[in-house]
């Protein structure tokens, strides 16, 4: 009788975790096909010398990441971080500033504020793309023209070197900023509000609630988000594709337009499977990095 009844016991368990199984197979099958499959053939390649004209080659081995790491990597490395740090350091100060301003109680048409921007994001980065360099153009450009209003003589601001990535960068943070914006405005709003009204009544003023109660309170939230973005910066390529294509020479270009370089126009597909690869790693270092980071603080 006992046996029986522990059989009946555990049989309905096996039953659900039976079940459990079946109805996670599908997204893990999913992901197998979309997401590991063409990541361990990417790997794959990056072993084999294959240039498209030629087919498939003889095993490189270690080839392919010694020329890629001997060529330009370096100084496609130093654009990666540079373009990096500057979009997610200015992309985060101006927008928790502007969450801090829309988190104000009693803000007349904070609806409206918020509405207006959040446009940017809803673009495309094609359109983006597209509106700055008729902005930028050196000679029918409406910035060119404007500053043109205060004595100052056109610039060549996606053809200059020493312009181009910082104009890169303006532009990117006129796209991208509302993300952030709207991931601390959130976390703002999900703040519990006792802390703050405790230290007002202890005669705190705003900029000690902000260092000592805010800001402590919200590094989850921040630590997310800087993560997010530091992770799409480091894989910019649309921009630089539609914006200045890596010019001018090599003043804008990033590590992913760089494997894209090697692959779709020298058609070395081996060296740029190993690009990608090695972009792989940073990315996953520094997300390790990372969320190591928030759970110590």
């Known amino acids: ?65 010694i020329a890629v790491l001997s060529d330009d990597f370096a100084n496609v490395s130093w654009v990666t971080l540079k373009l990096t740090a500057l979009c997610v350091a200015i992309e985060f ?4 500033g502007l969450a801090l301003l829309l988190n104000q109680p009693h803000l007349p048409g904070r609806s409206f504020y918020l509405l207006v921007l959040m446009i940017p994001v809803l673009m495309t980065p094609v359109a983006v793309a597209l509106m700055f360099r008729l902005m930028f ?44 914006l709207l ?12 802390p703050v009204e405790a230290a007002r009544i202890d005669g705190a003023s705003r900029l000690q609630i902000l260092l000592y109660v805010t800001w402590p309170l919200m590094k989850p939230v921040i630590m997310v988000t800087l993560l997010i973005r530091m992770i799409a910066a480091l894989k910019s390529y649309d921009l630089i594709y539609m914006l200045t294509q890596g010019g001018p020479g090599k003043a804008t270009e990033t590590i992913s337009f760089y494997a894209y370089r090697l692959g779709f126009r020298f058609l070395d597909i081996g060296q740029a499977a190993a690009v990608s690869f090695i972009l792989l790693i940073v990315v996953t270092i520094l997300t390790l990095v990372l969320l190591r980071t928030m759970r110590e603080a």
């Open 137 to 180: 153009n050196p000679t029918l450009g409406i910035v060119n023209w404007l500053i043109g209003l205060a004595g100052i003589p056109p610039q060549g601001w996606f053809g200059d070197p020493n312009l181009a990535l910082g104009t890169v960068v303006f532009v990117d943070v006129w796209h991208e900023t509302s993300l952030m």
């Open 93 to 96: 100060i101006v927008a928790f």
């Open 1 to 65: 009788m006992t046996l029986v009844a522990a059989t009946a016991g555990i049989t309905p368990r096996r039953h659900r975790n039976l079940a459990q199984y079946i109805f996670v197979a599908p997204t893990v099958i999913v992901l197998a096909l979309v997401v590991a499959a063409p990541l361990i053939y990417s790997i794959y390649l990056s072993f084999q010398e294959y240039i498209i004209t030629y087919g498939m080659g003889d095993f490189a081995g270690l080839g392919n990441y």
């Open 183 to 194: 991931m601390l405005y959130a976390g703002l709003k999900a703040m519990p509000s006792e």
